[in-house]
């Protein structure tokens, strides 16, 4: 005998669309729906740490007691309407600590928000707090001296990814209908590929980021949105994206350029297959076996799957050229923490890794990896000559160990820095190309795994297209839940 959903199951489980439709119908009301995410966030969120720096539960009911009266006067702030949001603990949301993580960061408050965050409030959210994320937001798991470990919502055990760790876990837990978070090194993918969900990264400038210390080199982050339906990150995507004249690199696309509804026929698009670089990246059993499982659903729809040429570049030549890239903006962005000797002692050994090996980089040797990438991006164009879109795992290994800070091997092939087991998400980050990790199945323990769909330059909708029309092929995989 099936048990009846309750109320509060019944809101949480819609995903943040067809909630919007449910708060603009009256089916329920903006409290109602406060009531039901707090409840579940106080039953769950003890065992996973997904959310931090949580705001009182009266203030939220009074905010969503406003929006109710908003509705009921006709009046919509957007399709977010009332619905809670928790900001990835890198971005600034006005008057809610902004740690980043660490404990040097404990204490600051931020008094206004981010352009993402101002935006989603714009489309109507109310900001409940933030979601969990590694110290600084370096390295794909997601623990830090001031919150502590996020737990994957398939098993508290193991890692959530990172660095939008917390986000992507309250998401698959129902915590949020929706989230938000960042990519540099896999961000928005890995975590989504560890729950179940869907993970883009938008074309280098679709959503311009500010504050910014840098606003003309500093390109290789971008925040982005994650989503338990493609529509949920199209729709999110769009909230998020728009030039911006604090951001002067920002896209400035038609309104309407994002849409996916759009006429799409999978048939006879064609997949170039990446797999490992020709065994060039380590992966762990079964994980090539599971993205070859989404590739034949894409094959069902219509889809041409073939391999796809090498890269056209040595691979160790883009490792070395994204290493000095990463050092140099990484380190370039924690300097001022390290202005203070003292300060080395709070920083975790990773970061300061991060910091070290910038130190003596020359202009020269920055201008030559420069070269480099452009070399390398015009070798991802030629790709898009032969294929329509790029598929590659998600990540090298399955959910590890929370308890360890990173995998040390893969496939008897030792790590030689603490991020080279996802050396996998560099490509398209390299090329500033849109990608989007999508559900592939789960191993023997229920664990999930993802493949990365890459498009060409600046096609993000179509590249959501095709994530939705594999959507409409998974079903069996998207209907298998945490076990809470």
């Known amino acids: 005998m099936t048990t009846p959903l309750s109320t509060d199951d019944e809101i949480t489980d819609l995903d943040a669309s067809a909630l919007s439709e449910a708060i603009h119908a009256r089916r329920f009301s903006c409290r109602e729906v406060m009531e039901a995410y707090l409840a579940r966030s106080q039953r769950l969120n003890p065992t996973f740490n997904a959310l931090v720096s949580l705001r009182p539960d009266d203030e939220l009911l009074a905010e969503a007691e406003a929006c109710d009266a908003e509705l009921a006067r006709g009046e919509s702030r957007g399709w977010m309407h009332g619905m809670p949001q928790a900001i990835k603990d890198l971005a600034n949301a006005a008057g809610l600590p902004t740690t980043l993580g660490s404990p040097l960061m404990h204490d600051f408050i931020a008094d206004e928000d981010g352009l993402m965050t101002a935006r989603m409030k714009a489309a109507g959210c109310i900001v409940i707090g933030k979601t969990n994320v590694p110290e600084f937001g370096l390295g794909s798991h997601t623990f830090n001296e001031v919150f502590g470990t996020t737990g994957n919502a398939y098993d508290p055990g193991r890692s959530a990814g990172g660095s939008s760790g917390g986000a992507t876990v309250a998401l698959a837990l129902r915590l949020l209908p929706v989230a938000d978070g960042s990519d540099f090194m896999g961000s928005l993918r890995n975590p989504a590929a560890w729950a179940n969900c869907f993970g883009l990264r938008p074309s280098q400038g679709r959503v311009p980021l500010w504050p910014a210390q840098d606003v003309w080199i500093n390109q290789l982050v971008t925040e982005g949105p994650m989503g338990r339906s493609v529509r949920d990150v199209a729709r999110l995507l769009q909230t998020q994206a728009g030039w911006s004249a604090d951001s002067p690199l920002s896209i400035a696309d038609e309104a309407g350029a994002l849409e996916i509804g759009a006429a799409f026929d999978p048939r006879q698009q064609r997949i170039g297959w990446l797999?490992?670089?020709?065994?060039?990246?380590?992966?762990?059993?079964?994980?090539?076996?599971?993205?070859?499982?989404?590739?034949r659903r894409l094959e069902k729809l219509g889809c041409i799957v073939e391999p796809a040429a090498r890269l056209g570049m040595a691979p160790e030549r883009v490792w070395d050229a994204w290493l000095i890239w990463r050092r140099v903006l990484v380190a370039s962005r924690l300097a001022p923490f390290t202005l203070k000797e003292a300060n080395?002692?709070?920083i975790k050994p990773e970061a300061l890794w991060e910091i070290d090996q910038a130190q003596g980089c020359t202009a020269n040797q920055f201008l030559a990896a420069s070269v480099t990438r452009t070399s390398f991006h015009q070798k991802m164009l030629e790709l898009f000559q032969q294929h329509d879109f790029l598929a590659l795992?998600?990540?090298?290994?399955?959910?590890?160990?929370?308890?360890?800070?990173?995998?040390?091997?893969?496939?008897?092939?030792?790590?030689?820095?603490?991020?080279?087991?996802?050396e996998v998400v560099i490509y398209a980050t390299f090329a500033g190309l849109p990608c989007i990790s999508v559900p592939v199945g789960f191993n023997d323990e229920g664990l999930p795994m993802g493949m990365q769909l890459i498009g060409r330059p600046r096609g993000d909708a179509g590249l959501l297209r095709l994530a939705a029309a594999y959507e409409g092929a998974i079903g069996d995989w998207l209907a298998r839940r945490p076990d809470i």
């Open 275 to 295: 797999g490992d670089l020709d065994a060039y990246l380590p992966m762990e059993p079964g994980i090539l076996d599971a993205c070859e499982h989404g590739l």
């Open 393 to 422: 795992p998600t990540t090298q290994v399955w959910p590890f160990d929370a308890s360890e800070r990173w995998p040390r091997e893969i496939a008897d092939r030792t790590m030689d820095t603490y991020h080279r087991w996802m």
């Open 344 to 346: 080395r002692s709070h």
